[in-house]
């Protein structure tokens, strides 16, 4: 008898606990090739784990694949938290990631859904304004002016720079 004829087939939860077993022995290619072969077998994955992947690429810096997967997300009509959403637009900065807080900003912020303190906004700030992104810079103002938050100078400058 070979052995693949006593292998048992995984019902979905047990797909989540062995990508999760994955995650947790940090081998997290091959946790989202499972993730993919979820997806190709219309097993939905679960907002927990989803979650715990983005938590998981995050602390590794991979916010490329991070954008990767929320973007897929959202294009699916799944919510994602808003502590997910505010700590992958931290990490976004801190890495200076463009694309990604700019996902972020625009999906969550611009919407009324995300409200980072001042102090993101300020880096949100200096960010669009590395990049010449006055469509930013000028949402960054408008969500200060809604929030009644007062600019600083160097917000000021940072728009200035933007343009």
Known sequence: MKLRDRW???????WHFVVAGLLREHKFEMALEQVSLMQRKDIHVQDWLHSSMNYHL???????????LMQARVSQGHDMTSELWMHVLRTAIEAQHYM??????????????L????????????????????????????????RALSPTVEDYQQLIVAN
């Open 115 to 146: 409200h980072p303190s001042t102090a993101v906004c300020s880096d949100v700030l200096r960010l669009a304004a590395s990049f010449s992104d006055i469509e930013i810079a000028k949402s960054v103002f408008s969500h200060l002016a809604r």
């Open 8 to 14: 048992l087939t995984l019902s979905p939860p047990g």
């Open 100 to 113: 990604m807080t700019h996902f972020v900003w625009r999906r969550m912020v611009e919407l009324g859904y």
């Open 58 to 68: 995050c602390d590794l810096g991979e916010l490329d694949e991070v954008l990767r």
